[in-house]
């Protein structure tokens, strides 16, 4: 582990632009905090912290000049990994046939900058996904493989992240090229650095720093406890799989489509949600034509669309789709669960839903039930 | 009639019946075979019989006046024919015609209205399996109803 | 400290994107009833053949209208052509209609799982169509009756929805003709011309004669249709490990990456679009996971 002081962290965006990279971090925008090209530290969200909870976002200004004293905003890393929208080929007619020209793959390499532990998952939740599997999506793969990641530990988590539920933080533990912890006292301004990878090392070679010393270390153990601590989301997650398979016909998700506007916010800011609609379309003289791809979601009314109907038509449905997908069905498609806890379907939900909660209440009824059954069965004894 | 006892023992419908109740139906049954294009019954005419078919095959169909006759069900070997005997006012609600040779054991309809009535375990053993048949044939034609091969808009 | 996530790659994975469809060339037309046809298709030159399956499917692009997934209806011993019956019910398929011979059409594949055609010699077959459901289940028949003596008693029954809507009539006749093979067909209703079945295809499944304890059952239809002749198959003692179904989704990639085609934790572009009874029973019996 190193230490680099505050005042050096400039070389180490500069040593990236000098590479080549084109810089992605977290900035003010909207009053919100997005990801968004950044070039200097200034760039970054000093001073500021966010307040979430359910359908509720806020950013506030802080007392000292933390640059990382918040959690996720309503963008992801797929942003840029998996664009909202590419095209895959434009064709032309030609005779009785016609020509195929595939899009060309170029941007400058990208450089992630404060990615929380828990999009660290959703990038490797991604790769299984696009990159894991029989075939291979060239254009994720494309962005991917020079992208340069400094993740950023997590102090102050948001009231809604349940990462430590999911095994996915608030401390990373592999996945990225350098990672950084922040720390502010009144008297130094510094990070941390650990070094996850060859390039990172490289990279670090750059930059003035020094080697942590034990006192260093056991500020870092200290902090991420705090950390740790400060979060109040919790779930069970054992046998949440089995769970969720066994209660298709539960209440609750009538209770919740009740509720759910089936508006899509929590799939688009998901950082792991992929799905997409593939479009053909053409110019009017139907002479030349194209292939390419959205982001979509299982909330719209023709996602699971087929001649006849949809499939899915209730918003029950459809909730239940996205939720026994996310913590069930995904295990037995790509080997984990598809959630990092990183909160942002609860902040982002303008009904306030919070999946946490609705599958508290579906496992506390089930208990209740057997505890019932429990009495009645010893009751007749 | 002696030789169609064991025919009719083993036939599925009656099978579980006991020995009494066996020779009770017997009773009433007599063997009919129908030539190709040949009219078993017509709609509106009285129905005193219905039919246990040994080989062949039947049309059960409808008469529609633009569309003329439409075969709504065929039935062939260890089918029953006709329910309509047990319903007031017992007139056939349909036209079935043999679309070739068939051969059937035809059974008195009037004269088993008659011993169910006197004989009300008799009765329940017949619409016990009767209404298993109907409620085949419901669910049969409730899906052909959903015009399941057709296209949906 | 741990290593960086390396992304793999094999060279020819990336080499052709998955994404871009071959060209096909339309060498006949054939209507085969109202609103189905045939295409005949011919590889691109200089392409061996086409391999593929009995169940497998392909995607096919219209020029500027559109992708649908097709099942494949030729024959699977025949690799010098591609064939597929398509039904004309939307914009995509209305397309493919009106090609002409030399036209070129797109086509990506093949994708998915395939009737079990491999495992299950030494059994008696029972194939069941409804509809449109018989050109997925050709293929299979293709493959049965040219081995034939590697499997027990063969059936086919077929449903349609009038006489006018038979599809492959011709070759049903001629199935049925021979003396291997027990084929039996019905429609909804017809007119008094049509001397043969009229009823659903489940009245057929107890005059065809096979050994429950030992067959494999594969259906293809619309999905009420095969919930019902499942539901026939398992009264008549067949396991539902021996019946294999065909489900439909809303495909759109073909390669796992857009989302739409999932059934539950299963995908139907590779998990399927084959699946034997028992390995979808439980999602089979929910409403809107089942249509």
């Given amino acids: 582990m190193f230490i680099v002081e505050r005042e050096q962290l400039q070389s180490l965006f500069d040593a990236l632009i000098r590479r080549g990279y084109a810089l992605i971090g977290p900035t003010v925008r909207d009053s919100a905090i997005a990801y968004d090209e950044i070039k200097s530290v200034d760039d970054l969200p000093v001073g500021w912290t966010d307040e979430q909870d359910a359908g509720r976002y806020r950013l506030n200004r802080r007392s000292d000049q933390a640059m990382f004293a918040y959690a996720v905003g309503p963008h992801s890393w797929k942003r840029y990994l998996h664009p909202p929208s590419i095209r895959f080929w434009q064709a032309k007619r030609n005779g009785r046939g016609f020509n195929i020209h595939e899009e060309e793959r170029k941007n400058s390499p990208f450089a992630f900058i404060g990615v929380r532990p828990c999009d660290l998952r959703a990038i490797e939740i991604l790769d299984t996904v696009f990159t894991g599997r029989e075939f291979v999506d060239a254009s994720y793969e494309s962005r991917r493989r020079d992208a340069f990641i400094v993740a950023v530990n997590c102090i102050y988590p948001a009231s809604t992240c349940f990462c430590s539920s999911m095994l996915t933080g608030p401390r990373a533990t592999g996945g990225f090229d350098l990672c950084l912890t922040e720390i502010l006292e009144p008297d130094h301004h510094q990070f941390t650095v650990e070094v996850g990878s060859q390039r990172g090392e490289e990279i670090l070679q750059d930059i003035p720093r020094r080697t942590a010393t034990e006192e260093d270390a056991e500020t870092f153990r200290l902090l991420m406890a705090e950390a740790e601590a400060r979060i109040r989301r919790r779930v069970h997650t054992k046998d949440m799989k089995e769970f969720l398979y066994k209660n298709y016909e539960h209440p609750q998700w009538q209770e919740i489509a009740n509720r759910c506007l089936s508006c899509a916010n929590c799939t688009m800011v998901c950082p792991t949600c992929f799905c997409t609609a593939v479009e053909d379309t053409t110019d009017l003289m139907g002479n030349e034509a194209e292939r390419s791809r959205r982001w979509d979601s299982c909330f719209t009314m023709d996602f699971s669309y087929i001649h006849g109907g949809g499939i899915r038509s209730s918003t029950r449905a459809r909730y239940r789709q996205w939720m026994t997908h996310k913590l069930a069905s995904w295990v037995d498609q790509f080997g984990t669960p598809g959630c990092t806890g990183c909160g942002r379907c609860i902040t982002w939900c303008p009904a306030g839903i919070d999946l946490t909660e609705e599958f508290r209440t579906m496992q506390e009824s089930e208990n209740n039930k057997l505890i019932c059954e429990e009495v009645k069965t010893n009751g007749n004894t | 009639m002696e030789t169609l006892d064991p025919i009719l023992a083993e036939h599925p419908f009656l099978r579980g019946l006991d020995q009494r109740h066996l020779r009770l139906i017997v009773g009433c049954a007599s063997n009919v075979r129908f030539d190709a294009g040949q009219t078993i019954f017509k709609e509106g005419e009285e129905a005193n019989q219905f039919y246990v078919i040994r080989s062949g095959k039947v049309a059960l169909q409808i008469y529609a006046a633009e569309r003329g006759s439409i075969t709504v069900d065929t039935l062939g070997e260890g089918d029953i024919l006709g329910w309509s005997w047990l319903i007031p006012p017992y007139n056939w609600h349909f036209d079935a015609e043999a679309t070739e040779l068939t051969r059937a054991i035809a059974l008195d309809g009037k004269c088993l209205r008659k011993k169910c009535e006197e004989d009300h375990d008799l009765g329940y053993e017949l619409l016990k399996r009767f209404s298993n048949i109907i409620h085949q044939r419901l669910e049969a034609t409730r899906l052909q109803l959903l015009d399941l091969y057709g296209t949906h808009a | ?291």
């Fill in chain 3, 1 to 291: 400290m741990e290593p960086m996530l390396e992304v793999e790659l094999s060279e020819d994975r990336v080499a052709v994107d998955p994404m871009v469809p071959s060209l096909f060339a339309v060498t006949r037309i054939h209507r085969e009833t109202r609103d189905t046809f045939t295409l005949t298709l011919e590889p691109p030159e200089g392409n061996g053949g086409f391999n593929f399956t009995p169940g497998q499917f392909n995607m096919l692009y219209a020029f500027g209208v559109g992708e649908v997934p097709i099942s494949i209806s030729g024959d699977p011993g025949d690799g010098r052509l591609l064939t597929h019956t398509i039904r004309a019910v939307g914009s995509v398929t209305k397309a493919f209609c009106g090609l002409k011979k030399s036209d070129s059409l797109g086509v990506r594949g093949p994708f998915g799982c395939p009737w079990p055609v491999h495992q299950a010699g030494g059994k008696d077959i029972v194939i069941i169509g409804g509809g449109i459901g018989l050109a997925p289940l050709r293929p299979a028949v293709y493959h049965v009756l040219s081995h034939r003596e590697k499997y027990g008693k063969v059936a086919l029954l077929y449903g349609a929805r009038t006489p006018n809507d038979i599809l492959y009539l011709r070759e049903l006749e001629q199935w049925r003709a021979r003396f291997d093979v027990e084929v039996h067909i019905t429609v909804d209703h017809a007119t008094t011309a049509w001397r043969s079945n009229v009823g659903v295809v489940t009245r057929l499944i107890p005059r065809t004669s096979f050994d429950p304890s030992n067959t494999i059952a594969m259906i293809c239809g619309p999905e009420v249709m095969m919930r019902f002749t499942v539901q026939e198959l398992l009264k008549r003692g067949v396991e539902s490990s021996d019946i294999y179904v065909s489900m439909e989704r809303n495909m759109k990639c073909g390669l796992g990456f857009c989302g739409h085609c999932q059934y539950g934790p299963l995908f139907i572009w590779k998990d399927g679009p084959v699946f034997s009874f028992d390995r979808i029973r439980a999602l089979f019996a929910v409403r809107e996971i089942r249509r």
